[in-house]
């Protein structure tokens, strides 16, 4: 496991989670990365049985539901042989050899929305990894005759076992990879695979840069923002300096790098073509000589993430994170280009990056973000869950207060409450009104406006990449819900309708 995926690191919330019992065969461990948006539902089935489970959240709710399913299993396996041995200790090896992996996986899972991978031991030694029907969440396993490992990630197995990229397969999406006590390992179906929308922020910050593809589609992410820096800088390449924000950002920076170089390649190619009759070789020289400048210029002294810094400590945090290279950019001459895999909140440009980078006195900060606008809450296993906390909603709301459109917040929050009397599996997401009275562009001069501490004296502009450039980059994997509101489950429309009405109502919590 990575880190939690909402508030507190504490150790109530450490995985993995057991159910005791006496019985080696309803004994069960689940750990996993995943977020159910309709735990309450899960809550209320299982008080519909006769249970009290100790506490309403989706890990220990996902925990019994197993369990149930796991217990029934059991008794259905005992009544099936029990007159069949002459001893308790030969059912009890009966039922544990013959438990049926696949259908307790089937019946508890058939309702859960949301994003997982989940792993899960029983006390005899029965083992599962199962996926979400929609591929939100990602996993990973290699077998060979002395192990079987499951990851998230395919460089974590590659690294610790030794093992070449064509030999990891991927679990497919609504199936459980299920791992008998005997050794046997099989590929199971236990749910209907849904339109597959995996996690594109798994592709730009999530997972380990290591990996092969996504360490290509991070370079093309850093490639694809070229054309809109360029317009930021009136294209003098000569008068800027190109550098990134540490360390999720660098692989995206070698392809913003290479971007660049194509660019200035190609001016360079068509000085000399038009200037072929008249060249001579010290004229050659001088069109091919100038390079761009790259500096790392942004130094991370603490090997910390802020992202995923719990929210009471992330804003002490990011003031002590950053420092700077001093001597590397021409004080009011240069543009200072600094690229970052994402803007989520914005508490560290503001609080922190942009203070530091106007020290260096560059004529103009340039930050772009290699992730679109984040604009809706994610709810299947990545901590963005309040819509108050997004610095482009924030940017939106602004607008739509200077341009005399306040009306549109009071309607949508009253479209939001009707949604939310509906069931979950005919809601739409209503929240998409906040945005469309403005281009992307606007939002992200609004978003550098309020980003922009008073004391930097430097011309702020912050770029986002554009969704089309996203999915360009990272084909396989479409889901981009944080950023369109596109949901692919209705558990995740509800979850925005009701993070707007929290946020209208002041409610500082989670939509889920």
């Not at 008249?278 to 000589?289: A, Y």
């Not at 940017?395 to 917040?409: F, H, R």
Request: charged letters at 25%; proline letters at 3%; aromatic letters at 8%.
């Amino acid at each position: 496991l990575r880190y939690g995926t909402f508030g507190k690191n504490s150790i109530e919330n450490c995985h993995p989670f057991l159910r005791q019992s006496n019985w080696r065969s309803r004994n069960l461990v689940v750990a996993g990365n995943f977020n159910l948006t309709n735990v309450d539902e899960l809550f209320s089935q299982l008080v519909a049985l006769g249970q009290h489970p100790k506490e309403m959240a989706d890990t220990v709710t996902i925990m019994e539901r197993i369990g149930h399913f796991l217990d029934g299993e059991a008794t259905r396996q005992f009544i099936k042989v029990k007159d069949q041995f002459t001893s308790h200790e030969e059912i009890t090896k009966h039922i544990e050899e013959n438990l049926d992996i696949k259908k307790i996986l089937s019946e508890a899972a058939h309702k859960w929305d949301g994003g997982y991978t989940m792993a899960g031991m029983i006390g005899h030694g029965d083992a599962f990894v199962t996926r979400d029907p929609w591929g939100i969440r990602p996993a990973f396993y290699y077998q060979d005759d002395e192990v079987v490992v499951v990851a998230s990630e395919r460089p974590v197995i590659m690294t610790a076992f030794n093992v070449p990229l064509e030999t990891i397969k991927e679990i497919a999406p609504g199936h459980a990879l299920i791992v008998k006590k005997n050794g046997t390992v099989t590929h199971e179906h236990v749910r209907s695979p849904k339109d597959v929308s995996s996690c594109s922020f798994e592709r730009i910050y999530f997972s380990r840069g290591s990996d092969a593809d996504i360490y290509e589609e991070r370079k093309e992410l850093g490639r694809l923002m070229v054309d809109d820096i360029l317009k930021s800088i009136d294209s003098d390449i000569d008068n800027s300096v190109f550098s990134f924000i540490p360390n999720t950002a660098e692989v995206a920076y070698y392809g913003m790098v290479k971007g660049v170089e194509d660019y200035q390649r190609k001016l360079q190619r068509e000085t000399l073509l038009q200037e072929r009759e008249t060249l001579t070789n010290e004229r050659i020289n001088e069109i091919l000589s100038p390079r761009f400048r790259i500096d790392k210029i942004v130094i991370k002294d603490a090997k910390m993430r802020t992202f995923i810094t719990a929210d009471d400590e992330r804003d002490d945090m990011v003031a002590h994170v950053y420092d700077i290279t001093y001597g590397t950019v021409r004080k009011g001459i240069d543009n200072l280009v600094v690229i970052d895999d994402s803007i989520v909140r914005g508490t560290t440009l503001k609080q922190s990056i942009l203070k530091i980078l106007d020290r260096l006195q560059p004529k103009k900060i340039i930050i772009a973000s290699s992730a679109p606008q984040i604009r809706y809450p994610d709810c299947y296993g990545i901590d963005m869950a309040k819509i108050g906390d997004f610095i482009a909603f924030q940017a939106a709301i602004e607008l739509l207060k200077d341009n005399n459109k306040t009306e549109v917040i009071d309607s949508v929050y009253a479209k939001a409450k009707a949604e939310l009397l509906k069931p979950k599996e005919e809601q739409t997401n209503v929240v998409k009104e906040i945005y469309v009275s403005f281009t992307d562009e606007q939002i992200s001069h609004k978003i550098a406006q309020l980003l922009t501490p008073t004391s930097v004296r430097a011309q702020v502009d912050i770029i986002y990449q554009r969704v089309s450039n996203l999915h360009k980059a990272c084909p396989n994997h479409t889901g981009d819900w944080y950023f369109t509101g596109n949901y692919p489950t209705a558990g995740g429309i509800k979850v925005v309708n009701t993070a707007y009405v929290n946020w209208v109502e002041g409610k500082n919590i989670r939509a889920y």
